[in-house]
C-alpha cells in the first residue's frame, strides 16, 4: 500500500447503512474491515480492540447509537425508545477508561432529548447525522492539534511515542501520531522512536505500520528499551495520546505512558500529550479517581496461539497507567498548548 492508498484508509466508515471498522487486531498481517449493524456488535468490536483509541472508540459509539436507530427506524415510538435506552446501556459498559465514548454518548443523548416529540424516522435521521459530525469533527480537531503540536517539534527531531495515537485510534490524522504527520507536512525531517507497548503490540502493529505506510523514519523498540535510547541521547521529544485527562492535569494512557514520563523527566526530555477537549474530564478532580480497566490474563501470557507463560500463573493486566500532571511538559489541544497543566489552566481553557 502506497502513501496515497493509506491517505484513503479510514478507520471507521459508513456504508450501505452499516458501519465498517478496520480490524485492528489482525494487523500488519492483514487488513480488513468487519461489518456492523447494530448497537450490541458495536459495543462488542469496541470491547473486543477490533476498534481502539479514544477518539475513535467516541466514534464508533456514536455510530452505534445511530446504527440501533436506523434498524428500527419503522418500530413504534415506544418499542424504538426502550431499544435505545438499551443501546446506551450497553455501548456505555463497553469499555471504561476512555472518557470519549462517554462523551459522544453524552452528545447524542443531547440530540435524541431535543427531538423528543419528533417521529421515530426524524430521530434516527438526526442521530445519523450527529455520528457522521462527530466524525469529521474529530478529523478537524486532530488537524487543529497537529499544527500546535508540529510548532514544538524542532527539524530534524527525534520523537519517541508510546502505544497508537495515530490515524487507527481517530476518524483521521490522528493525535500523537497527527502531530508527526503535521510536522512532516510543514517540510520538517522527523523520525519516530515507537515503542512496542506491550500487551496488546500497539506500537509495534500499529504506530510502525503507519509510519511505514507513510514513509516517515521509524525506529521499533520495545518498551524497556526507552530509558537506554534517552540515555544515549537519541530522543529528542515524547509525544503520546491520552484516552482520560483529569481536571488538574493528571495523564491516563496506555500502560507503560507513566514510565516513559518518568524516564523523560530523568533525561530532562520534554513530554508531550496531544488531547482534544473531549478527553479532558473536568468532573474527576485527579488521576485516582480515573476508572482503571483491566483485561484478559491471556493478553500477557501470549499472544495469538502462541503461549509463553507457564499455564496457571497468575497475572495482572491493567490497560492504562497515570502520568502526574507535574511531569507533563505541555497538553497540546485543539485551542492551543496548556504548558504545564494544572486545575487553573485547565478551567481557563474551557473558557476561551
Known amino acids: 500500500m502506497d502513501m496515497q492508498e493509506q491517505s484513503r484508509v479510514e478507520t471507521l466508515r459508513w456504508r450501505d447503512d452499516r458501519l465498517e471498522m478496520i480490524d485492528q487486531r489482525i494487523l500488519p498481517a492483514r487488513f480488513s474491515y468487519l461489518a456492523y449493524t447494530s448497537a450490541a456488535e458495536t459495543a462488542e468490536g469496541i470491547r473486543s480492540m477490533v476498534v481502539r483509541g479514544a477518539p475513535a472508540i467516541g466514534c464508533a459509539a456514536a455510530y452505534g447509537v445511530a446504527l440501533e436507530a436506523q434498524r428500527l427506524r419503522g418500530s413504534p415510538a415506544g418499542e424504538f425508545a426502550a431499544a435505545l435506552d438499551r443501546a446506551f446501556d450497553v455501548l456505555a459498559a463497553s469499555r471504561p477508561t476512555a472518557v470519549n465514548l462517554f462523551w459522544a454518548l453524552k452528545r447524542m443523548r443531547a440530540v435524541r432529548e431535543d427531538m423528543k416529540d419528533a417521529n421515530v424516522e426524524a430521530i434516527a435521521d438526526r442521530l445519523l447525522a450527529e455520528a457522521h459530525e462527530i466524525s469529521a469533527e474529530d478529523i478537524r480537531i486532530n488537524r487543529a492539534m497537529g499544527a500546535y503540536g508540529a510548532a514544538l517539534l524542532p527539524d530534524g527531531a527525534r520523537v519517541l511515542t508510546h502505544c497508537n495515537a495515530g490515524a487507527l485510534a481517530t476518524a483521521g490524522h490522528g493525535t500523537a501520531l497527527g502531530v508527526i504527520r503535521s510536522a512532516v507536512e510543514a517540510g520538517k525531517r522527523i523520525s519516530v522512536i515507537a515503542d512496542e507497548t506491550r500487551p496488546f503490540l500497539q506500537g509495534a502493529r500499529l504506530t510502525a ?144
Open 209 to 352: 505500520w503507519e509510519m511505514v505506510q507513510e514513509g516517515i523514519p521509524v525506529t521499533l523498540i520495545t518498551d524497556s528499551m526507552a530509558g537506554f535510547m534517552m540515555a544515549r541521547g537519541e530522543v529528542d521529544a515524547v509525544v503520546v495520546g491520552t484516552d482520560r485527562v483529569a481536571a488538574n492535569g493528571d495523564v491516563a494512557n496506555k500502560i507503560g505512558t507513566y514510565m516513559v514520563a518518568v524516564l523523560a523527566r530523568r533525561h530532562g526530555i520534554p513530554f508531550y500529550v496531544a488531547c482534544p477537549m473531549s478527553t479532558i474530564d473536568l468532573t474527576v478532580a485527579d488521576g485516582s479517581a480515573i476508572p482503571i480497566e483491566e483485561r484478559a490474563a491471556d493478553e500477557v501470557t501470549g499472544f495469538r496461539e502462541c503461549q509463553w507463560a507457564a499455564a496457571g500463573v497468575s497475572v495482572r493486566n491493567p490497560a492504562f497507567d497515570v502520568t502526574p500532571a507535574e511531569l507533563v511538559t505541555g497538553l497540546i489541544t485543539e485551542k492551543g498548548v496548556v504548558a504545564q497543566p494544572d486545575t487553573g489552566k485547565l478551567l481557563a481553557l474551557f473558557s476561551r
